[in-house]
T-cell receptor, first 115, second 112 residues
Framework: DARVTQTPRHKVTEMGQEVTMRCQPI?????VFWYRQTMMQGLELLAY????????DSGMPKDRFSAEMPDATLATLKIQPSEPRDSAVYFC?????????????FGPGTRLLVL | DAKTTQPPSMDCAEGRAANLPCNHS???????VYWYRQIHSQGPQYIIH???NNETNEMASLIITEDRKSSTLILPHATLRDTAVYYC?????????????FGKGTTLSVSS
């Protein structure tokens, strides 16, 4: 059963520290999405990639957030420096561009708490 | 911004059908209606999607009105495990690589 995996599942850090979240998309998928979820804002898109190229990162605070895909099996989301307002659940999703169902499959999320 | 309107919450008795409505009055001809759900503490999960014909799969049925301005997701025999937030999303065909725009969804509570 193919799944999107995310690490770490939980992260507690102090303000100012760097946070790196990792995502392994489903093998063969060529689109990757990063979403953030908070109680106040709900699910928000941060960035997404197609064939490892960034298509849209307008949802990310550029001064502190960065998203990359070093290779087809790994996507990373970094926050440096982290702030308390970054506390949220970060979801990664992957999909297959042009696939019959055109659906996105979500990982379990990384729960981030910045103190 | 989300292009859909959903009631914030609904209740359903276990074993009964849950009918979740969604309004999408500004939907374009090439836009599909997608339904996802999010069970507490998990990532969103795809349920079903359709263009204009009614659709059914192992999870649910999707009924789309003839004018396509609204749709209903039907869980035929709701169980306690169907308690979740249900999101109705519209997205154009051929845009598989585009992101989903989530609204606030409908919180469905299934009780015994």
């Amino acid at each position: 059963d193919a799944r999107v995996t995310q690490t770490p599942r939980h992260k507690v850090t102090e303000m100012g520290q760097e946070v790196t979240m990792r995502c392994q998309p489903i093998l063969g998928h060529n689109t990757v999405f990063w979403y953030r979820q908070t109680m106040m804002q709900g699910l928000e898109l941060l960035a997404y990639f197609r064939n490892r190229a960034p298509l849209d990162d307008s949802g990310m605070p550029k001064d502190r957030f960065s998203a990359e895909m070093p290779d087809a099996t790994l996507a990373t989301l970094k926050i440096q420096p982290s702030e308390p307002r970054d506390s949220a659940v970060y979801f990664c999703a992957s999909g297959l561009d042009g696939g019959a169902l055109e659906t996105q499959y979500f990982g379990p999320g990384t729960r981030l708490l910045v103190l | 911004d989300a292009k859909t309107t959903q009631p914030p919450s609904m209740d359903c008795a276990e074993g009964r059908a849950a009918n979740l409505p969604c309004n999408h009055s500004t939907i374009s001809g090439n836009e599909y209606v997608y339904w996802y759900r999010q069970i507490h503490s998990q990532g969103p999960q795809y349920i079903i999607h359709g263009l204009k014909n009614n659709e059914t799969n192992e999870m649910a049925s999707l009924i789309i009105t003839e004018d396509r301005k609204s749709s209903t997701l039907i869980l035929p025999h709701a169980t306690l495990r169907d308690t979740a937030v249900y999101y109705c999303i519209v997205r154009a065909s051929g845009q598989a690589g585009t992101a989903l725009i989530f609204g606030k969804g409908t919180t469905l509570s299934v009780s015994s």
